[in-house]
C-alpha cells in the first residue's frame, strides 16, 4: 500500500490535483484502497490537455464548410425493390453476419424513473418497458431467420447490476442468455472551473461515464469484438435505448447498407421544421458528419430547395450500422474528447456537500457520431418518423413517455386498419400489436384480436 501511495503522492503533485487525499487520513484500510486504485486509473495528462482546450472540438471553428448529403427515401422504394433490400437483409441475418448493439449507459432521471432507461415502461396497455419491447422485436426476426441474432448491451458504472438484474428477473424476455454480453462502458472524471477533479464523498472520486462514444472503447477492452469476429459477423447495428419504435437489425435497412457499397450507413428522418433541436447528417469539409443543431448557423439549417424541403434536413435518430472492419480501424485511432459545462454535485474542501443551482464544472464525454467524419463517404436512408422514431427523453412534453404511446398506438391502428380489422373495435379501443406477432405491420391478415 505504501508503494502504490507513495506513487500516487507523486502522480498527484505533478498534476497539481493533491486535494483528492485530503481527507484520506479519515477512511478505512479498505476505502483508502479504493481511492488509490481509482486515482491510479485516470488519466491525467488527457484530463488537463481536454481541460485547457488543447484537445478542442473541431466543429467550434468557424471556417466549417457544409455541404447536403442526399439520403434514400424508403417510401420511393417499388415493393420489389423492398423486397429484394429485405431478402438480402434476411440472408445476412441468417449467415450470422449481423449482432446488434445496444447502447444502454442512461438513467431514467429526467423521466422521473428510478433506475435503468431501458426498464421504463412508457405505459403501453401491456405495460412493458423498453428493453422488453427491443428484445421482443428480435426475438421476431430471429424466429424469421431461424437464428438468434447476438445482442451486446453497453451499461454503464451506474446501471449495470440493475440492468443485468432486470433482465435476470424477467428471463431474458425469452432470449437466450448465452446471446447476450453485458459490459460497461469507461467512465472520466469530472473537474470544477478551476480544473480541480471534484470528490463525491470523502473517499470517491466523482466519475461519470465516457458518453456513447465509449462504446467502441468498451467494445475493445470487454472482449466483445473479439467475440463478434469468433461468430463471424461483419455488420453491427447500434442504436440507443430511448427510441420506442426502433426497428432493431432492420432487414431493410441491414440490405440498404450492403447494396450501397459503403462501410456505414444511418437510418434518418425529415426533420420538422429548421430549428429543431436535433442532429443533421450532411458533408462537413468533404466529410460525413453529424452536426449538432448548435453548430450550424440558422442561415443555413434554414436553406431550402426549389421544392421548398429543408436542404439539410436528415435529422439523426441513433440508428446506425457500421461494417466490422471499420469498427477495428477507428478503436486504434482516438476520438476527440467533448467538454460539457454540468451541475455537478460534490464535496468542498471543508467536507460540506455542494448542490448547485448553476453549472458549476465538466464532465468529459466522446461522441459516437464522431466516427463518421473518419469516413470518405457513408450511406443514409431516410425513413417515416411516425413509423421509426419515438424518443423518449422528457417527462412531460415533446419527446416523452405519452407522446411515443400515442406514436406505437397510432402506428399499431393503422396496420390493424390495412389487416382489416373491424373499425369500431379499432375506434373505441386502444389496441397494441406484439413485437412477438409482426414486425412491419405484416403477419397480421387473418388473426383475432386476442392473438395480437
Known amino acids: 500500500m505504501n508503494k502504490d501511495l507513495d506513487k500516487t503522492i507523486e502522480l498527484l503533485k505533478k498534476y497539481n ?4 487525499l485530503q481527507f484520506y487520513s479519515f477512511l478505512s484500510e479498505e476505502e483508502k484502497s479504493e481511492l488509490i486504485n481509482e486515482i491510479l486509473s485516470i488519466d491525467f495528462n488527457l484530463v488537463q490537455d481536454t481541460y485547457n482546450g488543447v484537445k478542442c472540438d473541431d466543429s467550434k471553428k468557424e471556417d466549417n464548410e457544409f455541404k447536403p448529403l442526399k439520403a434514400k427515401s424508403l417510401k420511393l422504394y417499388t415493393d420489389a425493390e423492398r423486397v429484394n433490400l429485405y431478402n438480402i437483409g434476411m440472408d445476412a441475418l441468417t449467415k450470422g453476419r449481423v ?6 449507459g442512461g438513467q431514467g432521471t429526467r423521466l422521473g424513473h428510478k433506475g435503468p432507461k431501458g426498464t421504463f415502461s412508457i405505459g403501453l396497455p401491456s405495460g412493458k418497458s423498453l428493453f422488453q419491447l427491443q428484445c421482443e422485436r428480435l426475438i421476431y426476426l430471429s424466429k424469421e431467420c431461424k437464428k438468434y441474432i447476438p445482442l451486446y448491451i453497453m451499461t454503464s458504472v451506474d446501471n449495470h447490476q440493475e440492468t443485468v438484474s432486470f433482465f435476470e428477473e424477467h428471463n431474458y424476455f425469452g432470449y437466450p442468455k448465452s446471446m447476450i454480453m453485458f459490459f460497461k462502458q469507461r467512465t472520466m472524471p469530472a473537474v470544477g472551473e478551476d480544473g480541480k477533479i471534484l470528490l463525491s464523498d470523502k473517499g470517491r472520486i466523482v466519475m461519470s461515464s465516457n458518453g456513447n462514444g465509449g462504446c467502441f472503447l468498451a467494445l475493445k477492452e470487454s472482449g466483445a469484438l473479439e467475440d463478434m469476429k469468433s461468430k463471424g459477423v461483419e455488420w453491427l447495428f447500434i442504436y440507443g435505448i430511448d427510441n420506442a419504435l ?41 466529410k460525413p458528419a453529424i452536426v449538432e443543431y448548435s453548430e450550424m448557423q440558422n442561415i443555413i439549417a434554414s436553406e431550402v430547395d426549389s421544392e421548398g424541403k429543408l436542404v439539410y434536413s436528415n435529422a439523426n435518430i441513433l440508428n446506425h450500422l457500421l461494417n466490422i472492419k471499420f469498427i477495428e480501424k477507428i478503436i486504434e485511432e482516438p ?38 467524419e473518419k469516413l470518405s463517404d457513408m450511406a443514409a436512408l431516410e425513413v417515416e418518423r411516425e413509423e421509426e422514431f419515438a424518443p423518449v427523453k422528457n417527462k412531460e412534453g ?17 396496420w390493424l386498419t390495412n389487416a382489416r380489422f373491424n373499425k369500431t373495435l379499432l375506434e373505441k379501443n386502444q389496441i397494441e400489436v406484439s413485437p412477438l406477432i409482426s414486425y412491419y405491420g405484416d403477419n397480421l391478415s387473418g388473426k383475432n384480436i386476442n392473438e395480437i
Open 17 to 20: 490535483q493533491e486535494h483528492l
Open 99 to 104: 449482432a446488434v448493439y445496444l447502447v444502454a
Open 246 to 286: 426502433v426497428r432493431v437489425a432492420d432487414p431493410l435497412f441491414i440490405g440498404f447498407t450492403i447494396c450501397s457499397k459503403q462501410l456505414a450507413a444511418s437510418k434518418v428522418v425529415e426533420k420538422k421544421y429548421a430549428e429543431e433541436k436535433v442532429g443533421v447528417l450532411c458533408y462537413r469539409n468533404n
Open 335 to 372: 476520438l476527440p474528447l467533448h467538454i460539457a459545462h454540468k451541475k455537478i454535485e460534490h464535496l468542498d474542501s471543508h467536507g460540506r456537500m455542494v448542490v448547485p443551482t448553476e453549472p458549476n464544472g465538466y464532465k468529459f464525454e466522446y461522441f459516437l457520431f464522431d466516427i463518421f
Open 398 to 414: 415533446e419527446d416523452s413517455p405519452e407522446t411515443a404511446k400515442e406514436l406505437i398506438l397510432n402506428l399499431h391502428k393503422k
